[in-house]
């Protein structure tokens, strides 16, 4: 089993379309989401979180003003799989 981490800020468009990615692929491990971003952009991101919420086991933290680096380390402080990967908003890992 492997987490995913997602940093992201003020990019919603991109989380959406990373979210919409792995629910199409039938992801079945925890993506953990770091959100950075301002509140309007973060309201966003969480409206892609609820609308994929049940189909994705998405873990969602917002850290207003950290970088992406601390919005790792604090996801990784939850992390309960023996593995975890670090995924900008932006990549998609392919099996």
């Not at 989401?33 to 189909?55: C, F």
């Amino acid at each position: 089993m492997i987490t995913l981490c997602v940093p992201t800020k003020n990019r919603p468009e991109f989380l959406g379309r990373l979210l919409r990615y792995y629910a199409s692929v039938r992801y079945p491990h925890w993506i953990f989401i770091g959100d950075s971003s301002d509140s309007e952009h973060a309201a966003s991101n969480q409206e892609h979180v609820a609308r994929l919420g049940g189909t994705l086991q998405i873990v969602y933290r917002h850290y207003p003003g950290c970088s992406s680096c601390d919005c790792i380390e604090r996801l990784t402080e939850s992390v309960v799989t023996p593995y975890c990967a670090y995924v900008g908003d932006d990549d998609f890992l392919c099996a």
